[in-house]
């Protein structure tokens, strides 16, 4: 009932744009006046990512028990909409409804729902917004965040949503938060409830899987009531600001402004994991782990000739994640397959397209894109290249290096209406396991994945 109302609302905005073509009061696309001066509105947007892809299967990769080394399939990345703005004095609203990875594996009529609901408070103005609700507003690292209609590339770094569906959903968190700037620095701090992983719903290709709770010496997010999560991420803005008006970090302006910030930000929960301190556990060998995580990055997008508006886009973070012991987990963005067959050649990866994307340990990113001169290609848009990596020294793989790298090009049609092309090349680590089923290092190959993935964003 509920998501009705909101789609009803959306096309309410619609309708009145287009019956109140000459009434000063609409303006400015999607967005409802609710007062003469201006100072009070609704606005709304949204968002499609369609993507076509082809992946090279990992290892011992089954479709419903049928072997499949590569998959050729089509998928709706993101659909969005968001209904938001300051609707009385001192008073802000924002909600993002839509549906996330939806290919030719995902259950049938997969149902829309909430990313966001948030009500907020100005108490100070500039200086200090407090709000409450499903929201995510949190660390910590800038693209924890992201905007995903400006991604520079085609996806936004994942590994960053720290505890993306483990204690959350998507990202968003279940709590209050305070934000604001003060001078050049830009602020958040959040405190959520955590959800408990008994509500998961852990799906793999379509497939839905039993929560994972078993102790191993391994550190798993724990099955006991939750304890509160504390986050935050500041910056400071050494150029143009930026606004903070939504939590949500832009990952490129396509030149329309020159913003260079340096970030930091850390993740905080008492006893959020668990694992066996032995491998022959009597009993008090389990161990319950303070999850920390921390990052420090620097963002740089900048016009390098603001009238042919070239462009260049840096950004690079380092983080230190502590999920506890050996804590490894993989992760395949809308995984094109169902399960794994043959123990002597299936891979620790898991199956389709999941690679080692969280763990504790160190990680590194990078991204860099060139923008183009406007109009290079006439009436029909302009290209950014770009290249970007994930280096990882997890714990459970021994501290080898985990390097995942990307490159490809945005078609820049009008604005953030685009088509890029995007190659990925994943690691694959063999799942040789000791007498506790821990996991060992042996890296034995690479996999890749080519995707097209157009974009329309209003």
């Known amino acids: ?70 998959t050729m399939d089509l998928g709706i990345r993101r659909m969005r909409f968001q209904l938001f703005g300051p609707i009385a004095k001192h008073v802000f609203v924002y909600t993002q ?63 960053q949503q720290v505890t993306n569906d483990q204690s959350d959903q998507f990202v968003r968190k279940l709590g209050v938060y305070a934000k604001g700037k003060v001078s050049r620095l830009d602020y958040r701090f959040a405190v959520s409830k955590p959800l408990p992983v008994q509500t998961q719903v852990p799906t793999q290709g379509g497939v839905t899987f039993a929560v994972d709770t078993a102790l191993t010496t391994s550190a798993k997010f724990s099955p006991k009531p939750p304890n509160l999560q504390y986050q935050s991420y500041i910056k400071w803005h050494f150029l143009e600001e930026e606004s903070n008006e939504t939590p949500y970090n832009a990952g490129t302006y396509l030149g329309k402004k020159r913003v260079l910030t340096l970030g930091a930000g850390l993740v905080y929960q008492k006893d959020a994991t668990r694992f066996l301190t032995s491998n022959t556990p009597v009993q008090g060998d389990t161990a319950y782990h303070n999850l920390l995580l921390a990052s420090v990055d620097l963002f740089y997008d900048t016009y390098l000739d603001k009238e042919k508006g070239t462009a260049l886009n840096f950004y690079v973070a380092y983080s230190y994640f502590d999920y506890g012991q050996n804590y490894l987990r993989t992760n395949g963005v809308m995984n094109t397959a169902t399960g794994s067959s043959n123990a002597n050649v299936k891979s620790l990866n898991g199956f389709g397209n ?75 680590f063999q799942s040789n396991l000791n007498s506790s089923g821990d996991p060992m290092d042996n890296k034995s190959a690479r996999r890749g994945m080519l995707y097209l993935q157009y974009q329309v964003s209003f």
């Open 97 to 159: 409804f839509g549906i996330n990875n939806f290919n030719y594996l995902a259950p049938r009529k997969q149902g829309a729902f909430f990313h966001d609901a948030v009500t907020e408070y100005e108490v100070l103005p500039r200086y200090l917004s407090v709000g409450a609700g499903l929201n995510s507003w949190t660390g910590p690292a800038r693209f924890s965040a992201p905007s995903v209609g400006t991604i520079m590339g085609a996806d936004a770094p994942i590994y």
């Open 354 to 428: 999941a690679y080692a994307m969280y763990g504790s340990g160190n990680v590194e990113y990078f991204q860099l894109g060139y923008k183009f001169k406007n109009n290079l290609l006439g009436n029909r848009g302009t290209l950014m290249p770009y290249v970007s990596s994930q280096l990882a020294q997890y714990q459970a793989l021994k501290f080898n290096n985990m390097v995942m790298a990307e490159a490809g090009v945005n078609w820049l049609i009008s604005n953030y209406n685009k088509i890029t092309l995007n190659y990925q090349s994943r690691p694959v």
């Open 1 to 70: 009932m509920k998501k009705h109302l909101y789609i009803a609302l959306v096309i309410m905005l619609f309708v009145n744009m287009s019956r109140a073509q000459n009434n000063n009061r609409f303006k400015d696309g999607l967005k409802v006046y609710l007062t003469h001066d201006s100072s009070t509105y609704l606005k709304a947007t949204g968002l499609l990512q369609s993507w076509v892809r082809n992946n090279w299967n990992n290892p011992g990769t089954t479709v419903y028990g049928y072997s499949q080394s590569q």
